[in-house]
């Protein structure tokens, strides 16, 4: 009985051995929308292999630090702990373990190695022997090739200590090394092992308290406070250009990534809704539960990954998880997460392509975990790689099928419409960029839409034009002779408002002193800049339009135009009655009412006019907005001082005092609002007291 349990775990242990890992995939994903809000999606990748130390039969890791994967997709691991590196195939299987090496007829060996990269061009292994305080460059068989001490130069800070933590080397073989407390940047070595100098550099982040303290502080306090230094860099990557992809661990860091050119310059391109942050959001979705949870705090990242046709991965160390964006910044995915199970880590410390995979080597768990794209992971990678070869066709059809099982990814839709917009189908191209929400390319198929539309319409925008223009000179004939025979003080009193808007001193006087004001039109005026509110919000044109759809209420309108209008005439009523003001209550709703009428005769065809604006063309949008602000504040200010018969001076400083109350009143609204909520709370709970007892 006992040898037969022996055979079945013999069996079993030899079937675990470097075999896929039949893991259940995660519930769902998430990626972030325009509104910076988490929203469900498929999971890019799942785990497809764990590799363990002693699976291979050289005992467990030991506090693994790094990960390489060469040109053959031969992966090397820098197993720390245990001051080895680990070399093994494309398929996980064990191809050697460098634990020491000839240097010179002795017996050399690593100390607490942190970093191993390969040469892509000799295929030459460089380890980053930390405690040594050296870098190791060798063959992939072991044999020495030379060792590279501690920089000499006058750039080193002096008693500055060296210990090299990451290392890589480009085409040029000049030596890029990250080491422990170089605050100045990445350390550059040239092919001879000479230091050049520092590249990349952070920028120092203080607070400006502290500053202002240190700025009058003594020397010995300012000896003791903490000093301002940069931050240094975590880990990074070569592109297949040359360029440095460069994480620093900095929390609640702007720019955590970096891709650094020769020149020290950092060049990432930033152009998605957000920067390459990791979680910008505090608030994350829970699809089974259809809830929210909360996930405060920004993310951390450790390493980052280059992975061809301008995409990249960076591995956060707050949540272990691995964002990946394209060239332009954008979000594309993002796996993983704190927990045992396979799709999940404990103590993620690098990761590392291994051809369209993903391995993540996890301290915690003492394992490497290789990652396999699905087929929504697939998709997304091949509509990006597509895009930036140029073949936008073949990029919408992945992305067709990406829309199929996540019908939020807006790139998806970006990359349809500049597929569309390559074809010339401009119009059609507009609404894909609209369900992307990209504004700049929805400016240029607008535009090109746009000239289209009136070269092939030419004749009919022209007559519309034509007739415009004749309806308007006849209006002025019709108008005219009106004149002659109705004097223009006897105006109809639903015209007065519009005179008011260009002879404010004189209308508001007869206003006031000839009774021409009438209450009911200042609050017709009222409901129709409400109404124009609703209609400019919902249905301003999309270049301008930031509001979100499932945000708009008609009610807001009646908080934010309504209660304001109310709370300026009580409060002004109440001030002025105290500072000698002449005007009743029902003159300064009619004057603040008909001060309000630029407000619906500048935003309604403001409204149509957004529409066919581009990108470059908004600032005429926003000064309509100004221009409507302003001449509404000068048609208050000129009836609060007619109405009231108050100078300058003494109107200004009654707006600004009417400001206040306004002010005082909601805050007393509050106030008593929040009592009688008490008072309510502990009636019910006095009740339900009552009721227990009895």
């Known amino acids: 009985m006992i040898r037969r349990w022996t055979v079945w775990l013999c069996v079993l242990a030899l079937l675990a051995v470097g075999t896929p890992v039949k893991a259940e995939a995660p519930d769902h994903g998430y990626n972030y929308s325009y509104w910076r809000e988490a929203e469900p999606a498929p999971y890019p990748y799942v785990a497809e292999q764990t590799i363990y130390g002693s699976d291979l039969g050289i005992g467990n890791w030991n506090e693994p630090q790094d990960v390489f994967v060469d040109g053959d997709r031969h992966i090397y691991i820098a197993d720390t702990g245990n001051n080895r590196i680990v070399h093994l195939d494309e398929k996980g299987n064990l191809a050697g373990v460098i634990a020491s090496f000839d240097n010179g007829g002795t017996k050399d060996t690593f100390n607490k190695p942190s970093g191993v990269y390969v040469d892509r061009t000799r295929q030459h292994l460089f380890v980053a022997d930390t405690q040594n305080g050296r870098v190791v460059e060798m063959e992939r068989s072991g044999k020495l090739i030379r060792v ?20 890589a080397v480009d085409k040029t073989q000049r030596l890029y090394v990250i080491a422990q407390g170089a605050y100045e940047g990445i350390m550059e070595f040239d092919a001879k092992g000479s230091f050049r100098g ?25 000896s003791q406070m903490q000093l301002f ?58 699809a ?21 046709s301008g995409m990249y991965s960076a591995l956060d160390s707050r949540r272990n998880r691995i ?7 954008n979000m594309l995915y993002q796996f993983g997460g704190v927990g045992m199970s396979e799709n999940r880590f404990q103590k993620p ?15 915690g768990m003492n394992r490497l975990a290789v990652f396999a794209p699905t087929r929504y992971g697939s998709l997304i990678r091949d509509g990006v790689k597509a895009h ?49 929400n990209n504004r700049k390319y929805y400016s240029e198929a607008l535009n090109r839409y746009r000239s289209e539309y009136l070269w092939n319409h030419f004749g009919t925008v022209m007559s519309v034009v034509i007739g415009a223009a004749g309806a308007l000179l006849a209006l002025r004939i019709v ?127 403001q409204i149509g006019i957004s529409n066919v604006m581009t990108e470059a063309e908004s600032p005429f949008y926003y000064l309509l907005d100004s221009v409507a602000y302003l001449w509404f504040a000068w048609l208050l200010f000129v009836g609060t001082m007619t109405v009231h018969q108050y100078s300058i001076g003494k109107t200004v400083a009654t707006l600004f005092l009417t400001v206040l109350v306004m002010a005082f009143i909601v805050f007393l609204g509050i106030l008593c609002f929040s009592l009688v909520q008490q008072m309510a709370t502990f009636i019910q709970a006095l009740y339900r007291e009552i009721i227990v007892r009895l």
């Open 479 to 605: 108008r005219a002779r009106r004149k002659a025979v109705i004097h223009y003080a006897d105006t109809a009193a639903w015209r007065m408002p519009l005179r008011t808007m260009v002879r404010p001193f004189s209308s508001f006087w007869e206003l006031k002193y000839e009774n021409k004001g009438k209450v009911a039109i200042a609050l017709f005026i009222l409901l129709m800049l409400v109404v124009t509110m609703i209609l400019k919000r919902q249905y301003a044109g999309f270049v301008v339009n930031f509001n979100k759809p499932t945000e708009l209420s008609s009610i807001d309108e009646l908080k934010y135009i309504i209660l304001p209008f109310l709370l300026f005439c009580v409060s002004n009523w109440s001030l002025t009655t105290l500072m000698d003001g002449e005007g009743k209550f029902k003159e300064i709703v009619t004057a603040t009412g008909y001060a309000a009428l630029p407000l619906v005769i500048v935003f309604l065809p």
């Open 229 to 286: 230094l940069p931050i240094e860099f975590a880990n990074m990557d070569l592109d297949d250009k040359g360029f440095i992809y460069a994480v620093s661990s900095e929390v609640n860091a702007s720019n955590p990534i970096k891709r650094i050119n020769p020149g020290g310059e950092d060049v990432l391109r930033r152009e998605g809704y957000f920067d390459p942050v990791g979680d910008v959001s505090a608030i994350q979705v829970d």
């Open 349 to 363: 410390t690098a990761l590392a392509m291994l051809g369209d995979r993903v391995a993540v080597l996890d301290a």
């Open 148 to 167: 590279y001490g501690a920089p000499v130069s006058d750039m080193i800070p002096k008693g500055f200590q060296y210990f090299p933590l990451k290392v």
């Open 198 to 222: 520092y590249v990349g550099t952070n920028k120092v982040r203080f607070s400006p308290v502290d500053l202002f303290w240190k700025r009058f502080s003594t020397r010995e306090q300012s």
């Open 388 to 436: 930036f070869n140029g073949k936008d066709d073949e990029a919408a059809t992945h992305w067709e099928e990406v829309l199929k099982l996540n019908a939020n990814f807006d790139i998806a839709y970006i990359g349809i419409g500049k597929s569309l917009l390559q074809k010339g189908e401009n119009k059609q191209a507009l609404q894909f960029f609209k369900n992307g």
């Open 323 to 329: 964002f990946t964006y394209d060239g332009d910044g």
């Open 288 to 308: 089974s539960k259809q809830k929210t949870v909360q996930n405060a705090g920004s993310s951390t990242f450790i390493d980052v990954i280059y992975d061809g």
